[in-house]
């Protein structure tokens, strides 16, 4: 079985979907949707990629040729077109945030939970090496109970960054959370468990900062199992890129890429674990293909993907609390 593709948009992240399924023996490129044909026609070329071009997402849509859809689309319009792509029983891959506010979450929820469709949301950092190893000994008891979690998003997005025109503002950036943070969000629920409580502040970093939302955030969690977590999101500071991971055990901690635990006696001190690290914002560095891989495999085995849209729901509603709690200044409880 070949799973043919069209995918949603032409930046970045769509190149590097692009290049990933283009890649596999399994999938094909069926399309590219896009109302800017010779845009589209100019990253076909440079990726050798020769496919068919919809003007409009509806046309795309009706195709029953098409098997799978990557919203690489801006936030706003992706809940209509997932929930459209669910009542047409394709599958999605859907980016990050899926959707600005609560409400279009509830438009995607209603939709995928209706239709039998398989979906994999692109926190793509939990196919990264240094996460799979982390997740790998959390499941073999390294830390035990993981009571403190904290998760750092340290990235100077300014304007030699090709989003930046959109992440700025407050329609399609949104936030700090919601334009970058979320992925530190969504490390800690995969790392320590569910969030049940959110306190979060927020403040400028230069008087003449162009971010039309506060561009630094921090947030302090009560978790499910007892313990805290905190996260923290910057996207205009004087620093190189650093996703910071630090989890403390009632057996043992982490440190990005260092382990202390009762599974190895006589330490005196961490010990490095060799991996790639999650330490680049270029999306080129992050394990699209490896994403993508797992996606297919839920297809094609009738599996659930290791980030699907019902998971995901979890750490976008805790990414709209956060923001609540900036607004409001009071602790918001999370329901799910």
């Not at 297919?296 to 849209?309: E, G, H, K, P």
Request: proline share 4%.
């Amino acid at each position: 079985m070949t799973i043919k593709f069209a995918v949603v948009g032409t930046g970045w992240v769509a190149g590097e979907y692009l290049k990933a399924i283009h890649a596999r023996k399994d999938s094909e490129v069926y399309g590219v949707v896009s109302n800017d044909a010779n845009r589209v026609k100019t990253k076909l070329s440079e990726l050798g990629i020769d496919t068919r071009i919809f003007a409009t997402f509806e046309e795309m849509i009706k195709d029953p040729q098409v098997d799978a859809v990557v919203l690489c689309s801006t936030p706003g319009i992706r809940p209509q077109q997932a929930a459209m792509a669910a009542r047409h029983g394709k599958h999605l891959i859907i980016e990050k945030p899926m959707a600005m506010n609560r409400e279009g979450l509830e438009i995607m929820a209603d939709a995928i939970s209706s239709n039998p469709i398989k979906s994999v949301v692109s926190f793509v950092l939990r196919w990264n090496p240094m996460f799979e190893s982390t997740k790998a000994l959390i499941n073999d008891d390294a830390l035990g109970r993981v009571y403190m979690a904290q998760v750092d998003y340290w990235h100077h997005i300014g304007p030699h960054y090709v989003q930046y025109v959109w992440s700025k503002t407050k329609e399609l950036g949104g936030s700090s959370i919601l334009t970058a943070g979320c992925h530190a969000v969504d490390a800690v629920r995969y790392f320590a468990g569910d969030i049940t409580e959110v306190t979060a502040y927020s403040c400028k970093t230069w008087t003449d900062s162009d971010y039309e939302f506060d561009p630094n955030a921090i947030a302090i969690f009560k978790l499910k199992n007892g313990g805290l977590g905190k996260v923290s999101s910057s996207v205009e500071c004087k620093t190189p890129y650093k996703f910071n991971v630090h989890l403390l055990g009632e057996k043992g901690a982490i440190m990005d890429n260092k382990l202390y635990s009762h599974k190895l006696p006589g330490q005196t001190n961490y010990a490095t674990i060799p991996t790639i690290l999650p330490d680049s914002g270029d999306v080129s560095h992050h394990p699209f293909a490896q994403e993508l891989a797992d996606f297919v495999q839920a297809i094609l085995n009738n599996s659930t993907t290791r980030c699907d849209f019902f998971d995901a729901y979890k750490s976008m509603d805790v990414c709209f609390a956060i923001d609540e709690s900036i607004a409001t200044g009071q602790k918001v409880i999370i329901q799910s």
